[in-house]
């Protein structure tokens, strides 16, 4: 049962637009929503987290918007840029700190 | 601070070998927990380790096992491989175990079963 849904499963942006990766989730017993970055050979890097009794978190070019009552969250990338051209995944992590994962969105900026 | 470490990088077995893959968290990090990375499946936890104890287990068969060392460091084994045990496993850390808790991913290990 996949229980974080995550779209687009590619996405494609011009240098300097904004990116946007969205997630639903089912299992209210999450408390915790981070998103990582993976390059191809590499482990997923923590890129930014949110707690759902905040409605938006902001670092640098990378912002969270979290809608809790309609169980879903969104990642931002504002002036994307092709170093930002990886593989980006929501996840939920509840209380057992067990993550569960979206299915990964492969973004591509184009120079 | 270092970051988490995994040995080896890359393995190559057989079906129906064992192969154990190690993971050094990072220092002060009590928790480990182990994913299994796959194209066709994603992302899966497998298990995590608090203290020497397994705390939760994945949704993976009784052929997947681990192992967590008083000094935090941690161990999976697979016995009786099988052709779709190839993934990367990767092992990731945090300070403490439960809510909030960020986890941090080393860089995997690569398994192949031929």
């Known amino acids: 049962q996949q229980q974080v849904k995550q779209s687009p499963q590619s996405l494609i942006v011009q240098k300097g637009g904004i990116s946007i990766i969205n997630c639903a989730y089912e299992?209210?017993?999450?408390?915790?929503f981070p998103w990582y970055q993976q390059f191809p050979g590499k482990g997923p890097a923590l890129l930014i987290a949110?707690?759902?009794?905040?409605s938006e978190k902001k670092e640098g070019r990378f912002t969270i918007s979290f809608n809790k009552s309609a169980k879903q969250f969104s990642l931002h990338i504002m002036d994307s840029q092709p170093g930002d051209s990886a593989t980006y995944f929501c996840?939920?992590?509840?209380?057992?700190?067990?993550?569960?994962f979206g299915g990964g969105t492969r973004l591509m900026v184009k120079p | 601070k270092a970051g988490v470490t995994q040995t080896p990088r890359y393995l190559i077995k057989t079906r129906g070998q064992q192969v154990t893959l190690s993971c050094s968290p990072i220092?002060?990090?009590?928790?480990v927990s182990w994913y299994q990375q796959t194209p066709g499946q994603g992302l899966q936890f497998l298990f995590e380790?608090?203290?020497?104890?397994?705390?939760n287990k994945g949704n993976f068969p009784g052929r997947f096992s681990g192992r967590q060392f008083s000094n935090s460091r941690s161990e999976m084994n697979v016995s009786t491989l099988e052709l779709g045990d190839s993934a990367l496993y990767l092992c990731?850390?945090?300070?403490?175990?439960?809510?909030?808790?960020?986890?941090?991913f080393g860089p995997g290990t690569r398994l192949t079963v031929l």
């Open positions: 990731a850390s945090s300070l403490m175990s439960g809510s909030y808790n960020e986890q941090f």
């Open positions: 299992n209210t017993a999450f408390d915790y």
């Open positions: 949110i707690r759902p009794d905040v």
């Open positions: 996840a939920g992590l509840n209380a057992g700190n067990m993550l569960t």
């Open positions: 220092s002060g990090h009590r928790s």
């Open positions: 380790y608090f203290s020497e104890t397994q705390r």
